[in-house]
T-cell receptor, first 109, second 118 residues
Framework: GQNIDQPTEMTATEGAIVQINCTYQTSGFNGLFWYQQHAGEAPTFLSYNVLDGLEEKGRFSSFLSRSKGYSYLLLKELQMKDSASYLC??????????WGAGTKLIIKP | GAVVSQHPSWVICKSGTSVKIECRSL??????MFWYRQFPKQSLMLMATSNEGSKATYEQGVEKDKFLINHASLTLSTLTVTSAHPEDSSFYIC??????????????FGPGTRLLVL
């Protein structure tokens, strides 16, 4: 079957760095997405990786290793507004998105 | 670019009534849209894939006669919850697939519709 694993919850301190991991097993691979979802709101697109390596976008970076079925989202200089759930999703061979359950990130002052 | 709107944002209705939710891609054409449901503190659950000009594809366990989906144009998909009951109360979110890229195939989400059935 298809499976996306990510930690349920993480806690970090304002100003620090946090890495949210995502491992996947899917039928085919056409890219991996990270979305941010604040409580009570819809998800917003953060990043996309289809080739191995690191993609940097401001304070956020996303890494992919296709051979390991592994990705991480790195958040630097954490701000209180970064408190949210972070969803990892993989596009399979049918171009369907397989969603992880999300990682709730709690930022403490 | 890649803006998706959803209407209404809030619905409160009586049990047994039908509710229609609209999802529009405002600045791009979307041949494929998706309908999700999310209960409090739970993950997104895909309900169905809406394809312009053809029948929607429903996920296992989702009643197609209860959740009617129409995708009549390249910018509009509608979800109708028929004979709504309290257990249908949830956060309904649509997304539209933007093929323009980069990256291609990205799904952009509408703001969601909160449905409360009394």
């Amino acid at each position: 079957g298809q499976n996306i694993d990510q930690p349920t919850e993480m806690t970090a301190t304002e100003g620090a760095i946090v890495q949210i991991n995502c491992t996947y097993q899917t039928s085919g691979f056409n890219g991996l997405f990270w979305y941010q979802q604040h409580a009570g709101e819809a998800p917003t697109f953060l990043s996309y990786n289809v080739l191995d390596g690191l993609e940097e976008k401001g304070r956020f970076s996303s890494f992919l290793s296709r051979s390991k079925g592994y990705s991480y989202l790195l958040l630097k200089e954490l701000q209180m507004k970064d408190s949210a759930s972070y969803l990892c999703a993989v596009m399979d061979s049918n171009y369907q998105l397989i969603w992880g359950a999300g990682t709730k990130l709690i930022i403490k002052p | 670019g890649a803006v998706v709107s959803q209407h209404p944002s809030w619905v409160i209705c009586k049990s047994g009534t039908s509710v229609k939710i609209e999802c529009r891609s405002l600045d791009f054409q979307a041949t494929t849209m998706f309908w999700y449901r999310q209960f409090p503190k739970q993950s997104l659950m895909l309900m169905a894939t809406s394809n312009e000009g053809s029948k929607a594809t429903y996920e296992q366990g989702v009643e197609k006669d209860k959740f009617l989906i129409n995708h009549a144009s390249l910018t509009l998909s509608t979800l109708t919850v028929t004979s709504a009951h309290p257990e249908d109360s949830s956060f309904y979110i649509c997304s539209a697939r933007d093929l323009r890229g980069p990256p291609q195939e990205t799904q952009y989400f509408g703001p969601g519709t909160r449905l409360l059935v009394l």
